[in-house]
Nanobody, 128 residues
Framework: QVQLVESGGGLVQAGGSLRLSCAAS????????MGWFRQPPGKEREFVAG????????YYSPSVKGRFIISRDDNKNTVYLQMNRLKLEDTATYYC?????????????????????WGQGTQVTVSS
């Protein structure tokens, strides 16, 4: 398994932006698909965004598409989630996840049960 450490969460006003980072402790980072998931208060964890091992495939949930951008920097073993035009309903604990796969289909990248390494989570709170 890979150790993942998220950072960048915090309190932001609606309409604002935040960038989350997730640093991975593996030299094989470039062979991992990465994902961001979130768990709103009182709800189940859900998919937010995912990126394939080479960045060639990117997926977003409909609720964040057009506002959030996932990216990766293999030189820094880090995946990012740029969150723009934040809404109250984006309030959640955000988790970074990794899976060692060269697959890139949506069935692989968007399904949280495929990810076997998880970060501890970072809180994002959007206020009005």
């Amino acid at each position: 398994q890979v150790q993942l450490v998220e950072s960048g969460g915090g309190l932001v006003q609606a309409g604002g932006s935040l960038r989350l980072s997730c640093a991975a402790s593996t030299r094989a980072f470039s062979s991992y698909a990465m994902g961001w998931f979130r768990q709103p208060p009182g709800k189940e964890r859900e998919f937010v965004a995912g990126i394939s091992w080479n960045g060639g495939k990117i997926y977003y949930s409909p609720s964040v598409k057009g506002r959030f951008i996932i990216s990766r920097d293999d030189n820094k073993n880090t995946v990012y989630l740029q969150m723009n035009r934040l809404k109250l309903e984006d309030t959640a604990t955000y988790y970074c996840a990794a899976q060692a796969t060269y697959g890139s289909s949506s069935l692989i990248i968007m399904e949280q049960s495929n990810f076997n390494s998880w970060g501890q989570g970072t809180q994002v709170t959007v206020s009005s």
